[in-house]
């Protein structure tokens, strides 16, 4: 019998073409769900762009909820050779006269000189910074001063030494205070005596005895002084050239003696661009549900948020946050957005008029940033919420993965059952091939035996 080698060379009849559309019918339901998962992925692609946004929105909004992060204060000096300042958030507008008389300094004392080469018996150096406890060092004999200042100096005591030798040979150890500020004056003791039999002895430092040793050989020493200063007529001092808590928000540096006005305002061009951001960020998000909400209705087609009521809630809770006054705000001077130039256009964009929140800072700038906070920290919840897992956007993107995985599923479940039909009408189209060539066979035979018989 021969063999058939593809569907339809037996019967003469195009069984391929035959199953070929009978496939095609049992895989339309597969099509179907392939539509519907690329139009799934299409909406969770969207919605992955809206959340960006609602990100650089809501970082927009916590920039207002947040006046250490808007910085809105600025502090300028009339003369920064001798002062310099800086604002933070909570500092009050106003301007202040100060004047500098005194920089901080630390202590510097000097040993008394020795030959170089001069060695040391054994003995102890006692340092007191500060009045604090004291700190024994242990001299071993034969130490030389420089030796002796290494010693001093890997106690971390609080004080550096340094030796220095002078035109004639002399050497002297310069002790420095590691911090300025009348409270780190230091002593030092010792019962180390040098081999000349002389002791080792530091400088007894008071007022006096600068003015008297500077004019006598010229040594710079100095004692442990505070910075001081005098604000508006108040006097006030620091341990160090910087001033941080005279007055609330302001951090004052002294560089020289003199006088500088100080004057605190508001920073305009902060705010401005604060607002400008939210307003931005805002449009941003209202660009693209607009954008990917539209239908065609010539074509019957429409964008992958078109009718989808999720994206609608997002503009009516942000819409929401924008119209109610908070809380905070009752009783306020200004309690609406529109108060500082703020206005919603036909589109459902917003649109900031500059020159009116200029003039709203201008005017009363404690005011435009206690609304700023209370609508940053509106805004700044409200996408909190929308954005969270149960949250409008949340869920309606955990609801199109599990659409997607569902219908994988069912597609996989699907693509098994064609499978089958396939491998069953193959199997059915096969035999009956078989079998009317096999008929087909006979039919031949039988002809020719009656051919035969005839004769």
């Known amino acids: 019998m021969a063999s058939v080698s593809s569907l339809g060379i037996g019967t003469g009849v195009d069984l391929q073409n035959m199953l070929t559309k009978i496939l ?56 920064t050779k001798v ?43 006692e340092i007191s910074v500060g009045g604090g406890s004291p700190i024994n060092i242990a001299i071993d004999a034969g130490s030389t001063l420089t030796q002796v200042s290494a010693q001093i100096n890997g106690a971390k005591a609080g004080i550096t030494a340094t030796v220095v030798t002078t035109g004639d040979g002399s050497q002297r150890m310069i002790l420095s205070g590691d911090k300025p500020g009348a409270a780190n004056s230091f002593t030092l003791t010792s019962t180390a005596v040098p081999s000349s039999g ?52 302001l951090t004052l540096t002294a560089a020289s003696l003199g006088t500088s006005n100080i004057t605190v305002k508001t920073d305009t061009a902060k705010i401005t ?100 906070q209370a609508f940053g920290k509106e805004f700044a919840s409200t996408i909190t919420n929308l954005q969270s897992s149960s949250g409008t956007i949340g869920n309606r993107i955990s609801s199109l993965n599990d659409s997607v995985s569902r219908f994988n599923v069912s597609k996989e479940s699907m693509e098994v059952r064609i499978s089958l039909v396939e491998k069953r009408y193959r199997a059915q189209f096969t035999a009956l091939d078989k079998y009317v060539n096999s008929m087909q066979t006979t039919s031949g035979y039988l002809g020719q035996q009656l051919a035969m018989f005839t004769k």
């Open 24 to 79: 095609a019918a049992e895989r339309a339901p597969i099509t179907r769900i392939d539509a519907q998962i690329s139009s799934a992925k299409s909406k969770i692609s969207v919605y992955g762009t809206l959340n960006s946004k609602l990100d650089s929105l809501k970082t927009a909004a916590e920039t207002w909820q947040f006046p250490s992060r808007l910085s809105a204060v600025g502090a300028t000096s009339s003369d």
């Open 83 to 125: 002062l310099t300042a800086s604002a933070s958030f909570n500092a009050a507008v106003g301007s202040y006269t100060m004047e500098v008389t005194q920089l901080a300094s630390a202590q510097k004392s000097y040993s008394d000189a020795y030959a170089a080469g001069t060695t040391f018996a054994a003995g102890n150096i």
């Open 198 to 249: 002389q002791p080792l002895e530091v400088a007894v430092m008071n007022d006096a005895d600068i003015a008297i040793a500077n004019a006598a050989d010229g040594l710079m020493r100095s004692s442990a002084k505070d910075a001081a200063m005098k604000i508006d007529g108040i006097a006030v001092t620091s341990s160090t050239n910087t001033f941080s808590t005279a007055i609330q928000g």
């Open 273 to 372: 661009s604060a607002v400008q951001a939210f307003v931005d960020g805002y449009n941003e998000v209202a660009k693209v549900i607009k954008s990917n909400s539209s239908y065609d209705a010539a074509t019957k087609t429409g964008q992958a948020l078109s009718g989808d009521s999720a994206a609608r809630s997002v503009m009516s809770a942000l819409g929401s946050a924008r119209n109610t006054v908070p809380a905070e705000l009752s009783g306020a001077n200004l309690t609406a957005l529109h108060q500082i130039g703020i206005t919603i256009q036909q589109s459902g964009e917003l649109k900031l008029d500059a020159a009116k929140l200029e003039k709203a800072i201008s005017e009363t700038p404690n005011d435009v940033t206690n609304l700023m």
